[in-house]
């Protein structure tokens, strides 16, 4: 059975980190759940591009996921760190274990959910909004700190979208993604 992760997506998101993310997850045998933060399941990111989602978030529990998994943006943040389902599941996931992905703006976000371990990076300068110490940013694109997988921004998706698949589906999926989609 594949895992299951959700991207919640919320108006203001960054484009290349979330469909990045989709796409290269959904390649990698991982069924992924795009969730609009309410009924209109179209939502516009920051730069325009419109993505439709799947569903609403409502209603989604952790017992249906193994994952979720915010893509940043300054305004999609915001808005998953104002939205009680989001932050709900995101405390439920890491009392739970599960594994929890944020980049760019995104890990404030987690930060406001009290689920950020020390060892993170994310977009520069949104460290100074976060008052935990381990701060990576220059020295790692991506940092897993037990459950919570982090990334700097749009120029590390795909190393990000890349671990998460190696995470979840393997290394035999990661390799094969890595040779399709020309990583060297």
């Not at 069924?31 to 799947?54: F, M, P, Q, R, W």
């Not at 915001?78 to 599941?89: E, K, N, R, Y």
Request: aromatic letters at 4%; hydrophobic letters at 45%; charged letters at 20%.
């Amino acid at each position: 059975m594949p895992h299951v992760v959700l991207i919640p997506i919320a108006q203001g998101f960054e484009e290349i980190e979330a469909i990045t993310l989709i796409d290269v997850l959904r390649r990698g045998a991982i069924e992924v759940i795009v969730a609009s933060l309410n009924e209109t399941l179209l939502v516009e990111g920051a730069h325009g591009v419109v993505i439709g989602c799947d569903r609403c978030i409502e209603g989604l529990t952790t017992d249906e996921l193994d994952m979720i998994l915010l893509p940043g943006g300054w305004g999609g943040t915001m808005a998953l760190i104002d939205h009680p389902t989001v932050q709900s599941l995101l405390t439920k996931m890491d009392a739970e274990g599960k594994n929890i992905g944020a980049i760019c703006a995104a890990p404030l976000a987690l930060y406001r959910a009290g689920v950020l371990k020390e060892g993170y990076t994310c977009y520069p300068g949104i460290q100074n909004d976060i008052s935990i110490e381990g701060f990576r940013g220059e020295s790692q694109s991506v940092v897993e700190s037990g459950n919570i997988m982090t990334s700097r921004g749009p120029s590390t998706a795909m190393e990000f979208a890349l671990a998460i698949v190696k995470k979840l589906a393997g290394e035999a999926m990661y390799t094969s993604l890595c040779s399709d989609l020309l990583v060297v």
